[in-house]
């Protein structure tokens, strides 16, 4: 019995182009059909966020002061979803490497599709749920007294800041789960990101750690993107005295950062993807 002949893919850019978005597009459909077939593993995800906000809210509220005044759950809100769009990467990584693991890598391997689609398909799927989850976050938020006091335009561009960077972290989460290949592995990584989410300025000012620790939290991505939050939300926590490159400029760093995560893990996902089938 023969293999079957793949037919080659398009020969110009744009036809290359097409056939991934289209390829990618229908395993997004896919990935949607899976979860409402496993609701729980969306409901879960989804009642995670609210219960951080309730949680941290409430006791983290009563024992910190924000710096220069301000209500804690208007300085928390910027950083739970920066945290929630940080530790969504294990989730894409759980996804690829039960794929992996179980065959359906091998099997889409075998079918007459664009290379580049399934982990286009895979961070495609992560950036709906994403949606959702920062739904159900803002609402909890506002729930508890959050508030966005800049207006409806700056409020759209801190949203559309954390699904790049969710869409951006969504590639590396592709790539670790592709290298990993199994779903236990990948399942033993996930409390590595909680320490990278905590040393940052989600939940406290950097203020108050040892100068070694406070450098690191604040060229930590996840502090940029807080900083970028709280800037277009027009919530408290405007770092104080000469701060790093990162918090002062923090719109413009969390871009940076997402660009560069995509310009690294794009490529290595799609080649590892292509590799581990030879």
Do not use: K
Not at 161 to 180: E, F, H, N, S, T
Not at 210 to 225: E, F, G, H, K, R
């Amino acid at each position: 019995m023969t293999a079957p002949v793949l037919p080659a893919p398009p020969p110009s850019w744009s036809g290359r182009l097409r056939w991934t978005l289209t390829d990618g597009l229908t395993l997004v459909g896919r990935e949607v059909g899976r979860i409402r077939q496993e609701p729980g593993e969306l409901v879960a995800a989804l009642i995670f966020p609210a219960i951080m906000v309730v949680l941290f809210g409430y006791v983290f509220g009563s024992a910190i002061s924000v710096p220069g005044g301000g209500n804690y759950r208007e300085y928390l809100m910027p950083g739970l979803f920066a945290m929630v769009t940080f530790t969504s990467t294990m989730a894409v990584t759980m996804r690829v490497a039960t794929d992996a693991s179980r065959g359906v890598m091998d099997r889409f391997r075998s079918m007459p599709m664009a290379r580049s689609a399934v982990p286009f398909g895979q961070t495609g799927a992560d950036i709906l749920s994403g949606v959702l989850a920062m739904v159900i976050m803002a609402a909890a938020g506002l729930l508890v007294g959050w508030r966005a006091h800049r207006g409806i335009v700056p409020t759209a561009e801190a949203f559309l800041l954390l699904a790049l960077m969710r869409y951006a972290l969504g590639w590396a989460g592709c790539y670790l789960g592709l290298m990993v290949r199994n779903e236990q592995t990948a399942d033993q990584l996930i409390p590595l990101v909680f320490p990278v989410t905590m040393v940052s300025n989600s939940f406290v000012p950097t203020g108050g750690m040892p100068a070694a620790l406070q450098a690191i939290a604040d060229w930590n991505p996840v502090s940029a993107l807080t900083a970028a939050c709280r800037q277009l939300f027009g919530n408290p926590g405007a770092p104080a005295g000469d701060p790093a490159w990162p918090v002062a400029h923090p719109v413009l760093a969390s871009v940076l950062w997402s660009v560069a995560l995509l310009a690294v893990f794009m490529p290595l996902s799609v080649r590892t993807y292509q590799r581990r089938g030879r």
